[in-house]
Every structure is written in structure tokens, then in C-alpha cells.
């Protein structure tokens, strides 16, 4: 088995390995807070026959009563009977809540109740924040190649176009190409799922979430009787994921178009070689039986025939 096979199945075993990270945070969030989350709904909704069996409503008692609903709202738990179906600690919705963790997207929406659940929080994102990052890492690793330099060099050979015209239409095709695949399309889709979200809600919901910023004043699959919930939830999940990949690539792409055209020299920033050194030595390494056939296949017969971003004169 050639070593770039190889690669490419450790790198597949390495998400394999982040989704069961997933699994498990969702199973032990679901374990932990589902229990607590029912016992909030039986007193909330207690308090709320308490309060209408009261036969005279003093001041003091309704704001005991707003305070208690307000603070079980704050976790997730609205004292409205549409809302009370759905729980926000079952298996999609605590996936949803570990993906959102681990990411550092984090709407709020939904946070633990327990001191167990906080405490398992802080060391399941201790550990997920960065394997999330060094999983992101390694695709678009793997995707510079694929979406990068394979396009700029059939633009420089078949076409014949300058190399750094070359770069700037690919970066031009490729922002194009993630902002209709990961911000418009995506928009169309959320605005028709969601009764009240419009198109520009929608966009805004995209930007803010593969930014990261997760403002939490827009949630998909919350809405009280969400049809394939479940499933909503889980398709939002690898929308997250691989728009964050995206968001990445097109970073990458960026710093090294504005190297190449001496952007980065006169804003006296660092210059990506030392990134592009790290491109040629793969995150997922090959067997050591593998190396010195991969050693020789890096190196071409022809410099002018291998096209790296370092071959370009800035």
C-alpha cells in the first residue's frame, strides 16, 4: 500500500476517532443532565399550579414566581406546554451541545444544570478544543493540495496564466465558491426550515456560527414541535464542522495570496514559508516502511514541474 493510501485511511481513522469523542461527550451530557432536566419540569411546572391556584395574586408572589421561571428559561426549560415535549439533553441534542462545546461556538442555549455536568465540561473541552483543532488542521491539510495547488497548476499549464494572476483568480473562485456553498445556500435552507427566521436572519445565523462567535439569539431545531429534530440537529452538526474547514482553507489561501504578492512584506507580517514546509510533512505520518518511497516521490525530476507557492517570484 502506497504511503499516500495510508495517509489517507489514518486520516479517516482520526475523524472516526473525533466522532466517537462526540458520541461519548453527548452520552455522558445526556447521562448526567436529562435527570435534572426532568426534575426542573416537574418543579417548574408545580410552581405553576401553586401560582394559579393561588386566590389572590400579591406582588411578592408573582415575582417569586417570574424569578423561578426566568432562571429554569436561562437552562432550557420554558414552563410553556408546546415546549415541554422536546428535552434538550437527549442523544441529538447533547451531541449538538459537544459539538458546539468543542468548536467554541458555545450559543448558550443550553448549558449544564448539574455541578457534575459543569465540572465534566471543563475536561471534555480541555481535551476537545484542541484535538478539534488538530482535526481541522489535518483535513485542510490534506484539501491545500486537492483545492489549492492542483487548480493553480492546471490555471499556470494549461492555461499559460501569470502565476500570480493564477493565485488571485483561484482565491477570487474559491471565496465564491464557500460563500455560496456555506453562506447563501445554507441561508435558503434555514430561512425555509425555520417559520421565523427570514434570509437575512439566516445569513446572519451562518456568519456569526463559522466565525465562532455564537451570539445563541439564533438556535436551528429549537422551535416547539421541530419535525426529524434529531436529524436536524445532526445535519447542523457536519454544516459546523465542514464550513469551519472551509473558514480555514480559505484563511490559508488568503495569507499565502498576499504573500506571494508582498502584502505581508509591507505590512511587515510573517511570511508563510515555514507553513508551507509544514504542508510537505503531513500531520498523519506514514509507516516507517513507507518513508523512503514517500521521500522519493517528493521529489520531482524537474523543479519547474512542481508546483509550490515557494516556485513563484514575489
Given amino acids: 500500500m502506497s504511503s499516500g493510501y495510508k495517509s489517507w485511511i489514518l486520516l479517516t481513522g482520526f475523524i472516526l476517532f473525533y466522532v466517537a469523542y462526540l458520541l461519548f461527550g453527548a452520552f455522558v451530557f445526556s447521562t448526567i443532565e436529562r435527570p435534572v432536566e426532568d426534575k426542573l419540569k416537574r418543579d417548574i411546572q408545580v410552581l405553576k399550579e401553586e401560582f394559579l391556584n393561588q386566590s389572590c395574586v400579591n406582588a411578592t408572589s408573582l415575582e417569586n414566581f417570574l424569578e423561578k421561571v426566568l432562571q429554569a428559561n436561562k437552562y432550557g426549560v ?83 496564466m501569470d502565476p500570480l494572476a493564477a493565485t488571485a483568480v483561484h482565491f477570487a473562485i474559491l471565496l465564491l465558491v464557500v460563500v455560496l456553498g456555506f453562506f447563501v445556500v445554507p441561508a435558503v435552507v434555514f430561512s425555509y426550515i425555520e417559520d421565523t427566521w427570514s434570509f437575512l436572519d439566516a445569513i446572519y445565523f451562518c456568519f456569526i456560527t463559522l466565525c465562532t462567535i455564537g451570539l445563541g439569539d439564533y438556535v436551528p431545531g429549537e422551535k416547539p414541535g421541530q419535525n426529524f429534530r434529531s436529524l ?17 482553507l480559505v484563511l490559508r489561501a488568503f495569507h499565502r495570496m498576499a504573500d506571494l504578492h508582498g502584502l505581508t512584506s509591507f505590512f ?34 524537474d523543479p519547474a514541474s512542481h508546483t509550490s507557492y515557494n516556485t513563484i517570484n514575489r
Fill in 78 to 160: 420554558s414552563i410553556l406546554p408546546n415546549s415541554s415535549a422536546s428535552s434538550n439533553w437527549d442523544l441529538a441534542s447533547s451531541l449538538f451541545f459537544a459539538n458546539t462545546l468543542v468548536t467554541t461556538v458555545g450559543y448558550g442555549h443550553t448549558t449544564p444544570l448539574s455541578d457534575t455536568g459543569k465540572a465534566f465540561s471543563i475536561f471534555y473541552a480541555l481535551l476537545g478544543v484542541p484535538f478539534t483543532m488538530l482535526v481541522l488542521t489535518a483535513c485542510v491539510q490534506r484539501l491545500m493540495h486537492l483545492v489549492t495547488y492542483g487548480p493553480i497548476s492546471m490555471c499556470r499549464q494549461k492555461i499559460g
Fill in 232 to 248: 436536524y440537529k445532526i445535519s447542523v452538526m457536519v454544516y459546523l464542522f465542514v464550513g469551519l474547514m472551509m473558514m480555514y
Fill in 268 to 301: 511587515q507580517l510573517p511570511h508563510c514559508d515555514e507553513d508551507i514546509e509544514e504542508d510537505k510533512e503531513p500531520i498523519i505520518e506514514a509507516g516507517p516502511e513507507d518513508q523512503h518511497e514517500a521521500e522519493a516521490s517528493a521529489k520531482p525530476l
